[in-house]
């Protein structure tokens, strides 16, 4: 089981992982709901396509977009379709 634990506490849960270019992507419904919060943040990979960012908050503390997905990911990314994927302080484990 792969988990990602920030503020002390546990955001994600699977055993369902697809590591790309080193991170692991969670299927979404594994991700706490309750934690996510939507950001207008945006970056775009040349061959991932864009992607979209949530700001996590826990116990009253916000980590800006610390969370990643790719909405429409391009064909070469197709596997983190429904996945997100965390840095910023997010432990991974």
């Known amino acids: ?3 990602a634990t920030w503020n002390g506490t546990v955001v994600a849960e ?3 992982i697809v590591t790309v270019e ?3 992507y ?3 419904e594994s991700v706490r709901e309750d934690v ?3 950001s207008s943040t945006h970056t775009t990979c ?3 396509g864009e ?3 949530f700001t996590l908050e826990v116990d009253g ?3 800006p977009d610390a969370a990643w997905y790719y909405p429409q990911p391009r064909d070469a990314a197709k596997e983190i379709t429904g996945r997100v994927a965390f840095w910023r302080g997010v432990q991974v484990s």
């Open 1 to 3: 089981m792969t988990t």
């Open 14 to 16: 699977s055993d369902d």
């Open 22 to 24: 080193g991170n692991a």
């Open 26 to 28: 969670f299927p979404r």
């Open 36 to 38: 996510l919060r939507p």
């Open 46 to 48: 040349p061959w991932k």
């Open 51 to 53: 992607a979209s960012y």
């Open 61 to 63: 503390e916000t980590n």
